[in-house]
């Protein structure tokens, strides 16, 4: 009779893949956690300027900004995909669900990153416009920037609080990792989720002092699983009912 028990090196070397799976998953938060927020600091002259558009302008300043912006979005994909085909084994549909939702999440950040990268391209294709042509050029930059600001929203925003509950249970079934870090996610979500609804209504702005609380729990939660997978890799995974 054959045994159907996987021999040592076998099971080592599945051990290995689950460990540079974890690892690489966390080295990707890490690059969305340490990306995004030089990014903010750097576009900020294109958002805090109405008529950055027509003026001097720190064009340089603004596309590191952006392309800090699109690595943070291709990491977003990055985490996903290496957890992927670790975490599966606790539940594929919130697996798939976990992976669409970090797609969403970068592409709607890329789509902010675009309309910044519009704002540069008009100021320099336009540059000297006067009088009507550069009062209807602060308007389009103001819309272009509009949009990255319900891109922040919506992406960073509302989309991180899906991934945490998404992610965060996964890895509570599974105790992939100690339970008090998806516990952080569980905390972080409904906070900052009516952070953003409140802001999504006009009762609270993105940058005041309420949504940078709100954001901290969530910010710990991304830390954290980012470093003990980066770190630790994963723990041997817990069968679930699933899986019985």
Known sequence: MTSTLPTAPAAHARTERTRNHARAAGAFYLITFVASIPA???????????????????????????????????????????????????????????????????????????????????????????????????TTGRALVAVRDWTFLLGPGFMACINALLFGTLLYRSRLVPRLIPVLGFIGAPVLLTSGIATFFGHNDQLSTWSFLAALPIAAWELAVGTYMLVKGFRPAVPTAEQA
Do not use: M
């Open 40 to 138: 903010l600091l750097l576009i900020a002259p294109v958002l805090d300027h109405a008529d950055y558009i027509t003026g001097a302008g720190d064009d340089t300043r603004v596309l590191w900004g952006c392309l800090l912006d699109l690595i943070s979005a291709l990491a977003c994909i990055g985490t996903a995909v290496a957890v992927f085909p670790v975490v599966k084994r606790a539940g594929e549909a919130l697996a798939l669900g976990f992976v669409t939702s970090r797609l969403v999440e970068a592409a709607v950040i890329l789509i902010g990153v675009v309309s910044l990268l519009s704002v540069i391209t008009l100021r320099q294709d336009l540059t000297g416009a006067t009088g009507q042509d550069a009062a209807t050029l602060v």
